[in-house]
């Protein structure tokens, strides 16, 4: 696959943050219109990974292509969301201020306001100030901040984390909606029991790939059900070469 026809593409990918090296020369593509897992422990880089994907954290070396264009570039201003793990949302604003606020600064409808709402669940908060949400519910304003308008990528940075399991369960469904309808959704876990609900995963750890493959063939890879014990095998066998 090219680069102009994945959604992303890296090739040799490194990436420091102050003196020391992060992400080591990652090889990678991610299809147009799937769901993608980006998995690892806590420190593995994930973060690093999709700072540099929006364009918001300077690579050092190889190449790394956004929807056909060079990661971080004016094209793609307005084709990605991002939501990040500590949500970035204005306490002193309801929640509906808040989303009628970003609309504006990303050019979208001020109908997108509803559907977003609906989107993750925030119906009934939508008067209630930023700095009155729980740490769920800023989380799931977050995310309806990266729907507004219509990214053709969105990049969600443990968006399930502190979610009770209904509300897990729902948020899979919208990204599935969202795949279907042709968006790429890529999305950071530390958790691995969520590493099945995604049609592909990518492992991180230490800043290098482990593994790149679906669920089912990460398993027939290595002959083991439960990704949390493939992800240890991989890890294990990296160690021992």
Same mark, same amino acid.
């Given at each position: =696959?090219?680069?102009?026809? /994945?959604?992303? $593409?890296?090739?040799?990918?490194?990436?420091?943050?102050?003196?020391?090296?992060?992400?080591?020369? +990652?090889?990678?593509?991610?299809?147009?219109?799937?769901?993608?897992?980006? &998995?690892?422990? %806590?420190?593995?880089?994930?973060?690093?990974? =999709?700072?540099? @994907?929006?364009?918001? !954290?300077?690579?050092?070396?190889?190449?790394?292509?956004?929807?056909?264009?060079?990661?971080?570039?004016?094209?793609?201003?307005?084709? @990605?969301?991002?939501?990040? !793990?500590?949500?970035?949302?204005?306490?002193?604003?309801?929640?509906?201020? %808040?989303?009628?606020?970003?609309?504006?600064?990303?050019? /979208?409808?001020?109908? *997108?306001?509803?559907?977003?709402? /609906? *989107?993750?669940?925030?119906?009934? %908060?939508?008067? !209630?100030?930023?700095?009155?949400? $729980?740490?769920?519910?800023?989380?799931?304003?977050?995310?309806?901040?990266?729907? +507004?308008?219509?990214?053709? #990528?969105?990049?969600?940075?443990?968006?399930?984390?502190?979610?009770?399991?209904?509300?897990?369960?729902?948020?899979?469904?919208?990204?599935?909606?969202? /795949?279907?309808?042709?968006?790429?959704? &890529?999305?950071?876990?530390?958790? =691995?029991?969520?590493?099945?609900?995604?049609?592909?995963?990518? &492992?991180?750890?230490?800043?290098? &790939?482990l593994a790149d493959g679906s669920p089912t063939e990460l398993r027939d890879r290595t002959g083991i059900h439960d990704l949390e014990d493939v992800f240890l095998h991989l890890v294990e066998k990296r160690? #021992?070469?």
């Amino acid at each position: =696959m090219t680069p102009g026809q /994945a959604a992303i $593409s890296a090739d040799g990918l490194k990436v420091s943050r102050g003196h020391r090296e992060v992400l080591h020369g +990652l090889t990678f593509t991610v299809d147009r219109g799937s769901v993608t897992g980006l &998995l690892g422990p %806590n420190g593995s880089g994930k973060t690093t990974l =999709m700072r540099a @994907i929006v364009g918001v !954290q300077v690579t050092d070396s190889g190449t790394l292509d956004v929807l056909g264009h060079p990661a971080g570039t004016t094209p793609l201003r307005h084709r @990605i969301g991002y939501s990040t !793990q500590n949500p970035a949302i204005y306490a002193d604003l309801t929640v509906a201020e %808040n989303l009628r606020y970003f609309a504006a600064v990303l050019g /979208a409808p001020p109908s *997108d306001v509803d559907r977003v709402v /609906a *989107d993750v669940g925030l119906a009934e %908060n939508v008067r !209630q100030l930023g700095g009155e949400l $729980s740490g769920g519910q800023s989380s799931r304003l977050s995310l309806a901040v990266a729907l +507004l308008g219509t990214p053709e #990528l969105l990049v969600l940075d443990e968006p399930t984390v502190g979610f009770d399991p209904l509300v897990r369960r729902d948020l899979w469904k919208l990204f599935y909606r969202l /795949a279907e309808g042709g968006v790429t959704v &890529l999305v950071s876990s530390h958790v =691995m029991d969520e590493a099945g609900r995604c049609e592909r995963l990518l &492992l991180l750890r230490e800043g290098l &790939l482990l593994a790149d493959g679906s669920p089912t063939e990460l398993r027939d890879r290595t002959g083991i059900h439960d990704l949390e014990d493939v992800f240890l095998h991989l890890v294990e066998k990296r160690e #021992l070469s």
